[in-house]
């Protein structure tokens, strides 16, 4: 699917937007003008010393603290302050288009998925760096193998129904969060899919996979989640019972 046009009326669906926050003052004000009307944005401020908080709290946005430092720590404080049906996750450095996402609970509300996730779709070469590409195409393929879910990228933007979000019990606090979002999601039997959002360069720099070095710990991070065991299988009770 190529269709970035928001072509749902955000009247029609309600959900709370999670925008995790590490110094993202300047991006901000462009980021919570795209939020949809009437939806809740909910700024996770992760230790920012621009003033992110503060911006945010001037545009209308809900700003949650999290002292504790990592992206997982910022989403999931997010997750649990959030009260709509529906909950949205989404960068706030410019680079993803929360206008998009009322498309994406839509297909919810519709039956569709469980979890939705938008596949990048770089509008320039700067947009997405090529390490940073590089670790995310190494990683869905060892996704796959996991779960045999064929996903090409496993980006920050997606919407799920945050029942459904809390009760995989999400444990990681680091990089990893997103995509043991989709393990779990997987193991739990929902239905995750993709689909395609231009992908902008984002404004001002990458706390995470801007270098290499961001992106070989974001890898470690969610190689980690990747380990994990998986749901037992009726064939895993039987080999148990006979040692």
């Not at 699917?1 to 999670?18: C, E």
């Not at 990089?175 to 001002?204: F, K, N, Q, W």
């Not at 974001?218 to 006979?242: C, F, H, N, Y």
Request: hydrophobic letters at 40%; a positive charge; one cysteine or more.
């Amino acid at each position: 699917m190529t269709d970035y046009a928001p072509a749902d009326p955000p009247a029609l669906v309600r959900a709370d937007i999670v925008l995790p926050c590490l110094d993202e003052a300047e991006a901000l004000p462009r980021v919570l003008a795209r939020v949809p009307h009437g939806w809740r944005a909910i700024v996770v401020d992760n230790g920012s010393t621009d003033g992110s908080a503060d911006v945010a709290r001037s545009l209308g946005a809900t700003v949650v603290r999290e002292p504790r430092r990592g992206f997982g720590s910022a989403c999931h404080a997010g997750l649990l302050a959030a009260e709509a049906e529906y909950v949205c996750f989404c960068d706030c450095d410019g680079s993803l288009d929360p206008a998009l996402l009322p498309g994406f609970v839509r297909r919810l509300a519709g039956g569709e998925s469980d979890l939705l996730l938008g596949r990048r779709r770089p509008t320039s070469r700067g947009a997405w760096p090529l390490h940073a590409r590089a670790g995310n195409i190494a990683l869905s393929r060892m996704l796959r193998h996991r779960t045999g879910l064929r996903l090409h990228d496993l980006g920050p933007m997606r919407a799920v129904r945050r029942e459904a979000l809390l009760a995989l019990g999400l444990t990681d606090r680091r990089s990893g969060y997103p995509l043991e979002m989709v393990v779990r999601a997987a193991d739990a039997g929902l239905r995750v899919d993709e689909t395609d959002v231009p992908y902008l360069p984002r404004t001002g720099k990458s706390k995470v996979t801007g270098t290499w070095l961001g992106t070989w710990h974001a890898v470690r991070d969610m190689r980690a989640v990747l380990r994990q065991p998986g749901p037992r299988t009726p064939s895993d009770v039987r080999a148990e019972a006979s040692r």
